[in-house]
């Protein structure tokens, strides 16, 4: 049986973040579409995790990218509309058990385009 992974997700004036909190991940296969996104994976137990989300508004599927490490997968989604706040990360105006604001990486965006440039580029590095 198939379970949704714990999912933290953030947002920032050019991107969209989720994480996806699953250690030692393998078969991970992200799919990003303009309006929706695929995650699925197993962990070392055997556990397949699987999430599927509709997004509040249409991301740039093409500039989108997903990183994985021993802890997590983090997708970054180029925003549409850039400098367009969402109040929310999926399309219908519910919260999934599941998924949960990063406060750690939260920010108010006065002045950050500059940090966010810094941790887009230390992504595509690896």
């Not at 599927?61 to 180029?78: G, N, Q, V």
Request: proline share 4%; net charge negative.
């Amino acid at each position: 049986p198939r379970q949704p992974a714990k999912t933290l997700w953030y947002d920032r004036p050019r991107y969209v973040y989720l994480e996806f909190c699953v250690e030692d991940s393998k078969d991970v296969k992200v799919v990003i579409e303009d309006h929706r996104l695929v995650f699925s994976c197993k962990n070392a137990d055997g556990v397949e995790f699987y999430n599927e989300i509709n997004l509040y508004a249409r991301v740039n599927s093409k500039d989108s990218r997903e990183k994985r490490s021993d802890r997590s997968i983090t997708c970054f989604m180029r925003k549409w509309k850039e400098k367009v706040a969402w109040p929310r990360v999926t399309k219908e105006n519910i919260k999934p058990a599941w998924l949960s604001v990063d406060f750690d990486n939260w920010r108010d965006w006065e002045g950050d385009e500059e940090v966010e440039r810094a941790m887009v580029e230390q992504y595509a590095e690896v």
